[in-house]
């Protein structure tokens, strides 16, 4: 079992431009002077089909090879961190189904939400947290919600400069990952 813990980023967001994958990549420096692996999961890479299983996930049958690839790439990780935007009120769709496929795979597993949007995307942010207590994952702290400003928009609505962005929230999202590493490296002590 690797030393540094694997560290899971979900990106929500699959538009082709979009805020959510540079949020990502500040995350994924975060981790790694954390003392934590990184395994970036962009759903709009992984490109996983609206849910096409039989059974359900409790029943741990997974037939398709992108369900089997997925709950193998979940399994394998000692903590992950949910990026997610709000929509309308809510978190993306791509992300609810990519939850969705799988069950005993999140189980225990130390999470954190990361959300942005006018109001922080506290909305989305409530939502996929009751989902992710749910399904038992262990959610750490509050989670990191990060708010728009008028001027991070040009006039037609692009995001001017993401990275920017993103740094606006770097203490914040230092902390919550700092904690996030040290329970998912004792998680797996415990495994070990
Ligand atoms: C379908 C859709 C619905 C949206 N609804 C909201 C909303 O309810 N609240 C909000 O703060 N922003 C909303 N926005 C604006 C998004 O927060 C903004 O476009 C953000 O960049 C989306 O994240 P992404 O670029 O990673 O996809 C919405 C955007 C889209 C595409």
Not at 19 to 39: Q, S
Request: zero cysteines.
């Amino acid at each position: 079992m690797s030393a540094r813990p694997q560290i899971g980023i979900i990106v929500g967001s699959t538009r082709p431009v979009r805020v959510g994958r540079p949020v990502a990549d500040e995350i994924a420096t975060l981790i790694e002077a954390a003392g934590g692996d990184v395994v970036m999961l962009d759903l709009a890479e992984i490109r996983l089909p609206l849910l096409d299983e039989a059974l359900p996930p409790a029943s741990g049958v997974r037939t398709q090879p992108h369900s089997i690839a997925w709950g193998e790439q979940i399994a394998a990780l000692d903590g992950v961190v949910f990026v997610t935007p709000d929509y309308n009120s809510g978190y993306p769709a791509a992300l609810k189904n990519a939850i969705d496929y799988l069950k005993a795979e999140w189980s225990a597993l130390p999470a954190v939400v990361v959300s942005y949007g006018w109001s922080g995307g506290a909305s989305a942010a409530a939502q996929l947290s009751a989902v992710l207590r749910f399904i038992g994952l262990d959610l750490q702290g509050e989670g990191v919600q990060m708010p728009f400003q008028p001027t991070d928009f040009d006039a037609s609505m692009r995001m001017t400069d993401p990275a920017a962005f993103a740094g606006r929230s770097v203490e914040q999202l230092r902390a919550a990952v700092e904690q996030l590493v040290e329970v998912s490296a004792q998680a797996e002590r415990a495994a070990a």
